[in-house]
């Protein structure tokens, strides 16, 4: 389906498929820049629905932040029926079937109140991330923990049917806590560090909520009833086997909130 | 993941930002691009130099000409760009140090000093950081 979509792409458009984005463990199937315009195109599969398995709304969120406010999101599902689901969910700007056209010049992104939100929270999202991948963990408790107004809204957005289902991640003080991962092999570190990524994203962000969960906890962190949290993360350095971008890992467990700890023993037990 | 996926996303990057639409830079921006995947293909000491030059030309006029799609003074190097985009509250000033240390110092001394040659570790974590400092710029601009 990926190379149907590019076979039908404007010839002069400058695209690529999968792409290794800095900050991005599952970016957008493909992206595509043409005279000034980027789009993000999202495949949906047959069975596959979005807000689910791999297009959960965390994805599609980060996605959001890791990616120029003008860029438009558009969505292409297998079947007219699917295509019709996911315009509903208001998640994408676009929303067609896998027999149209793709990219006709005329994409605008949407005043939706899902990119809205998106735009008034990029700016504390952004603030994180450069805070925990600059400072080590311990360094920053000493630094800003004090600041920090009222809960997180992770503390406020989980409860019990929400709880992380892994093995890696735990919760504590209202964080997250990402363990070591070491021993595992690239393809298992990334799941960790993937599957992490999108847990944080889901509770920081009320994402069981969808769209409302959204909104509310913009309302908290905008009336400074909350703040967003600072995980924590003993993401390896080095993964085994990862020819290019090492600390890529890292950054993209930090741009999820995830403060790479300094030291490593002590910061992990100290965060449980 | 290959590095060529990384060096395509820094081209769409380019290629979708509005800012940069209309700069008459454009084409030598890509053209530079290209260049990053040949020497890229060069296992060498002087690919990993050729790759690093190359990608800091393609940040530095890529900044630069986003600085003057902005109206802003045009910058006279990275450390000036970096220093616009800080001021005009694009990055943050920790953000902006950390580029300095992790990119400006060790491509001026490759680019500057005699018989200084970059080894692979030293030559990979320097390009992340240069894919990772031109992203986060042209994804808040």
């Given amino acids: 389906m990926v190379r149907a979509v590019v076979r039908r792409l404007p010839p002069r458009a400058t695209t690529v498929v999968y792409p290794d984005h800095p900050y991005l463990l599952q970016p957008p199937e493909i ?60 998640v994408a700007d676009k929303v067609v079937s896998a027999r149209a056209r793709p990219l006709t010049g005329s994409e605008e992104r949407l005043d939706s109140r899902w990119n809205v939100v998106i735009d008034e929270l990029r700016g504390v999202h952004l603030a994180r991330f450069a805070e925990a991948w600059a ?10 923990q004090r600041d920090r107004p009222g809960w997180s809204t992770l503390a406020m957005n989980i409860d019990d049917h929400h709880w992380p289902r892994s093995r890696h991640l735990d919760v504590s003080a209202g964080r997250l806590v990402l363990g070591r991962l070491e021993d595992r092999s690239a393809a298992q570190q990334w799941a960790a560090v993937s599957s992490a990524s999108l847990a944080a994203a889901r509770l920081d962000y009320g994402l069981e909520l969808g769209v409302n969960g959204l909104h509310r906890t913009a309302g908290l962190l905008r009336g400074r009833d909350a703040h967003l949290a600072n995980h924590v993360g003993l993401v390896p350095l080095r993964p085994p086997g990862r020819a290019f ?14 403060s790479p700890a300094l030291r490593p023993e002590t910061a992990f037990d100290n965060a449980l | 993941m290959p590095y060529s996926k990384r060096v395509q996303l820094l081209r769409v990057m ?38 690093v030059l190359h990608t800091t030309r393609t940040l530095d006029t890529t900044l630069a000409e986003v600085c003057v799609a902005k109206r802003w003074p045009r910058p006279k190097g990275l450390g000036d760009s970096l220093h616009a985009l800080e001021a005009h509250a694009v990055i943050p000033p920790h953000v902006r ?24 570790r030293e030559a990979e974590a320097l390009l992340s950081e240069m894919h990772t400092c031109l992203t986060q710029v042209l994804s808040s601009t």
């Avoid at chain 1, 400072?135 to 800003?144: A, C, F, I, Y």
């Avoid at chain 1, 971008?245 to 995830?258: I, L, N, Q, V, Y």
């Avoid at chain 2, 580029?99 to 500057?112: D, E, G, L, T």
Wanted: hydrophobic share 45%; glycine share 8%.
């Fill in chain 1, 31 to 90: 992206l595509v820049g043409h005279r000034g315009a980027m789009t993000a195109i999202f495949l949906l599969g047959d069975g596959e629905r979005l807000g689910t398995g791999r297009h959960v709304l965390a994805r599609y969120l980060l996605c959001r932040f890791a990616l120029p406010a003008h860029a438009v999101f558009l969505v292409i599902a297998t079947r007219p029926d699917l295509a019709e689901a996911a315009a509903d969910a208001e």
């Fill in chain 1, 245 to 258: 971008d090492p600390e890529k890992f890292m950054r993209a467990a930090a741009f999820a909130g995830f």
């Fill in chain 1, 135 to 144: 400072t080590p963990v311990r360094l920053r408790d000493e630094m800003v």
């Fill in chain 2, 14 to 51: 380019i290629d979708g930002h509005h800012l940069l639409s209309g700069s008459k830079k454009l084409s030598a921006i890509a053209g530079e691009t290209n260049k990053i995947t040949r020497a890229g293909r060069m296992s060498t000491d002087s690919g990993w130099l050729l790759t």
């Fill in chain 2, 97 to 120: 140090q950390g580029f300095i240390n992790s990119i400006v110092k060790p491509r001026n001394r490759y680019m500057h000093e005699a018989n200084a040659m970059p080894q692979k």
